[in-house]
């Protein structure tokens, strides 16, 4: 395959409960980015990583981690889950994390739709 | 603090032209991206935009114009598939992407 994968596709999950998003990648992209995108509102970055072995905060972060072990996986795990974090989350990835112009081009993973009840 | 405005909503006409216009007030500027979206799907990239001007790609072109914080997105010959969320993000200066909401375009035969 060439791109980015998501699992699982859709979930529902129980409040209180920890929950772990899984998104890999094959192009060897350096960066990767976890967003998450409610109705009415643009894609809102929760955290990124620009390189194996570092990561950073996003916009909206709390509630949520991530970790970057290798180049190709970037986990992103809700430790106990809330209602509001009911939404669609998208992996994606880039082969510049800045700089690089038309190589900061971030390219998407299907996304994984999960509602928190 | 940092913002990009589109149009809700548009409505267009199989065969004809439409204008998607974005605004932008952010920190910085590295680039200017759009994206298509369809229902239930990942946005996928459609332009970059880094220098003044209209950037030409088949049916669809993307203008530029920095000192306005302007662009638009250009669709020619519009066609049923058209019918898609389109975004307009910005890398501000600390290289992050700024996404507008995105216009949803309804082409109607």
């Known amino acids: 395959i060439a791109g980015i994968t998501q699992a699982p596709t859709s979930q529902i999950l129980a409040a209180g409960r920890r929950m772990t998003l899984r998104c890999t990648q094959d192009m060897r992209h350096n960066a990767m980015y976890w967003y998450r995108q409610d109705l009415g509102l643009g894609l809102r970055l929760i955290h990124y990583?620009?390189?194996?072995?570092?990561?950073g905060k996003g916009e909206v972060p709390d509630g949520y981690s991530v970790s970057r072990a290798n180049t190709d996986d970037f986990p992103l795990t809700l430790a106990s889950a809330v209602p509001s974090q009911t939404s669609v989350y998208f992996c994606?990835?880039?082969?510049?994390?800045?700089?690089?112009?038309?190589?900061?081009?971030?390219?998407f993973g299907p996304g994984t739709r999960l509602t928190v009840l | 603090g940092q913002n990009i405005d589109q149009p809700t909503e548009m409505t267009a006409t199989e065969g004809a032209i439409v204008q998607i216009n974005c605004t932008y007030q952010?920190?910085?500027?590295?680039?200017l991206f759009w994206y298509q979206q369809h229902a239930g799907e990942a946005p996928t990239f459609l332009s970059y935009n880094v220098l003044d001007g209209l950037e030409e790609k088949g049916r669809f072109s993307s203008f530029l114009s920095r000192s306005k914080g302007y662009s638009y997105l250009l669709l020619k010959e519009l066609q049923m598939k058209d019918s898609a969320s389109y975004l307009c993000a910005v890398l501000d200066s600390n290289y992050q992407l700024i996404w507008g909401a995105g216009t949803k375009l309804i082409i109607k035969p």
């Open positions: 990583s620009n390189t194996a072995g570092t990561t």
């Open positions: 994606a990835s880039s082969e510049g994390s800045g700089g690089s112009g038309r190589g900061d081009t971030q390219y």
């Open positions: 952010t920190s910085g500027f590295n680039g």
